[in-house]
């Protein structure tokens, strides 16, 4: 296996696991990418977007050769290390948190203006 295949197989292993632990779709990187939006955070998304640009590139031969493989394969390293420490049962229950937290927020908000009606209109 050659520099090239190595490093398109580092790319596609990045992008399986954005499609598993973020829940996003798309054949290419780029295409996981584009629909993960701000999911990850700016300094691993740039190396991600460096991942994607060098994607097609790898496949052409004359050009996957002058492809710096080293920083290609180090951007994947970092990558594919943030995306392994994400809890996928953590996300989960962030998010049933918040969901919970924004119900809990409007009941107390419906509260407080129900008692500042009632005591407006003098029946308080």
């Known amino acids: 296996m050659d520099e090239a295949e190595r490093t398109a197989a580092d790319i596609a292993r990045v992008a399986a696991l954005m499609r598993e632990r973020l829940g996003v779709s798309g054949g290419t990187l780029a295409a996981c990418l584009a629909r993960a939006g701000r999911q990850l955070p700016w300094r691993i998304r740039r190396q991600a977007w460096r991942l994607a640009e060098a994607e097609p ?41 918040g969901v919970l937290a924004g119900a809990a927020f409007n009941i107390l908000l419906f509260g407080v203006l129900l008692v500042l009606v009632l005591r407006w209109k003098g029946l308080i």
């Open 57 to 97: 590139s790898l496949e052409h031969p004359r050009i996957g050769l002058v492809v710096d493989h080293r920083r290609l394969r180090g951007a994947a390293r970092e990558v594919r290390a943030h995306l392994e420490r994400i809890d996928l049962a953590d996300r989960r229950k962030g998010w049933w948190l």
